[in-house]
């Protein structure tokens, strides 16, 4: 069972009397990276403390088990990157977790936890533990030294819900599409190519959708 990242949940940044004027750096991109931005997302994630007593990121991940919460649970708050406690991340959508790496809480996030799982099951492997879908993860997310995995593939094989990367531009797959991720949400739209692209979401995910789970997107996608 997962430890909850969320037991203690959260002030979120933009309910506080007291707005930064500078944004916190916390806000994770579909390549994984940690970016500061004003618009603040639609979930929260976990990857234990990554941030020192200044609100500093100092590291990217500290523990294996990258979560997915919601931003509100048992009305519980708690303030934003407190010295000593878990880094509160924030996403655009659940497709866009999902890319970076992350996987539903079993806790705040239970149905869609069972979910996923349950594809997990079908699609990658019988051991659906929280603990060895997140070695697993661990494995097609990051490569020796802490760099993104990524792999390449057919754009037109790619289930709906994954990101791929065209320079430094993230691209969602959403039908016959593509939608470009921005921090506020998705931009234009271009046809999806008939070509090989660099596929963002970890191969494991990619599986679990090609499967059918559903993930959550933001409304600018539309639909």
């Not at 407190?82 to 959508?93: I, N, V």
């Not at 963002?200 to 990619?206: A, E």
């Amino acid at each position: 069972m997962d430890h909850h990242p969320a037991v203690n949940l959260l002030t979120p940044a933009w309910r506080r009397r007291e707005e930064p004027s500078i944004p916190l750096q916390n806000r994770i991109t579909p390549f994984g990276d940690i970016i500061a931005t004003p618009e603040r997302g639609t979930l929260l994630g976990n990857r234990g403390i990554l941030h020192d007593d200044q609100q500093r990121i100092v590291r990217t991940a500290q523990v294996r088990r990258w979560l997915t919460c919601v931003l509100e649970f048992k009305n519980i708050r708690r303030t934003i990157m407190k010295p000593h406690r878990y880094t509160e991340l924030f996403f655009l959508d659940e497709v866009t977790a999902l890319a970076a790496g992350h996987r539903p809480c079993c806790e705040c996030r239970h149905q869609a936890y069972k979910m996923f799982q349950s594809y997990w099951r079908g699609a990658v492997s019988e051991q659906t533990s929280a603990e060895e879908m997140d070695r697993r993860l661990q494995a097609d997310r990051r490569i020796r030294g802490g760099g993104k995995r990524t792999f390449l593939a057919p754009c037109e094989d790619l289930p709906a819900g994954t990101f791929i990367g065209q320079g430094d531009q993230a691209w969602l797959v959403c039908d016959g599409q593509l939608l470009r991720w921005t921090p506020g949400g998705y931009a234009e739209r271009q046809d999806r190519p008939r070509e090989i692209v660099t596929v963002l979401t970890p191969r494991s995910t990619v599986a679990v959708l090609r499967a059918g789970y559903l993930p959550g997107v933001h409304a600018s996608a539309g639909g």
